[in-house]
Nanobody, 124 residues
Framework: QVQLVESGGGLVQAGGSLRLSCAAS????????MGWFRQAPGKEREFVAS????????LYADPVKGRFTISRDNAKNTVILQMNSLKPEDTAVYYC?????????????????WGQGTQVTVSS
């Protein structure tokens, strides 16, 4: 069992930055690929980024490439999403997720555990 708790959301102006953190419980964190998803009002949940067990392989959705960076610290059971050059269309609830597989994936059905989400609002 893995429990995930996100933090770091908030209100920021367009062009600004936010750093989301996801703290995971459990001793087997390093055996889970981790992902970030987001859901805007009235829209489907969408993939943002994922990272493999060791952190050596990352995957990004096209809208965030070059602006967002995902990383993990297995010693601290933490995964980070650094978000730069934020745009109003990045406004959403951001969710952290864990998948019992080596490499991350964009498919939400592949993830076994989810956090409660953290709100990110980007004003224009």
């Amino acid at each position: 069992q893995v429990q995930l708790v996100e933090s770091g959301g908030g209100l920021v102006q367009a062009g600004g930055s936010l750093r989301l953190s996801c703290a995971a419980s459990g001793r087997t964190f390093s055996r889970y690929a981790m992902g970030w998803f987001r859901q805007a009002p009235g829209k489907e949940r969408e993939f943002v980024a994922s990272i493999s067990w060791t952190g050596g392989t990352t995957l990004y959705a096209d809208p965030v490439k070059g602006r967002f960076t995902i990383s993990r610290d297995n010693a601290k059971n933490t995964v980070i999403l650094q978000m730069n050059s934020l745009k109003p269309e990045d406004t959403a609830v951001y969710y952290c997720a864990a998948a019992s597989r080596r490499f991350g994936t964009a498919g939400p059905d592949e993830y076994d555990y989810w956090g409660q989400g953290t709100q990110v609002t980007v004003s224009s």
